[in-house]
């Protein structure tokens, strides 16, 4: 995983030479630092064109990744995320793990105060699976925060009918 600082270093923003990685690549993911650290704000992604497979079958899975994050010193540089998530496309593991480990990348990438990455995956058999995780730094406001977001994040299901 590259990092940079403010925004020397980014590789891939603006290149037009970027090269798709084929399976599991965090080493893609850049950052840049924030510049508004005295703030508490969130950043949030949707990617509504994820696909993994199956690790058993082989067969493709399709989801909507959500990710919200409050940064602290370094974000992440969004091509690189693009890049990163795509290389889940020949990548075999079981939606929860998908959603936990991009949430553990990212953590370990740019040490966010808080951030949380909800998966909502196209039924397969009849059934959706939508796992969702989420990290507050430990000893801090955020910390609770995580516990308050996991306790009440899906207080209103969805309807069949509004995928």
Known sequence: MRTAD???GITLLGSNKTKYPDNY???VLETFV???????Y?????????????????QPDFASIYISYIPDVKMVESKSLKLYLFSYR???????????????????LMDPRYIEVWGKFTPRG????DPYCNYGRKGTKYE????????????YPEKIDNR
Request: hydrophobic share 30%.
């Open 144 to 155: 609770q925060l995580a516990w308050d977001r996991l306790a009440h994040h899906d207080m």
């Open 126 to 129: 009849g059934i959706s699976i």
């Open 6 to 8: 403010e925004t020397n």
């Open 90 to 108: 020949n990548h075999g593991d079981f939606h929860e793990d998908c959603v936990n480990t991009i949430m553990k990348d990212l953590v370990k």
């Open 34 to 40: 924030n510049k508004h650290q005295e703030n508490d």
């Open 25 to 27: 690549s965090p080493e």
């Open 42 to 58: 969130f950043v949030k992604f949707n990617c509504p064109e994820f696909t993994s497979l199956c690790p058993i079958t082989g």
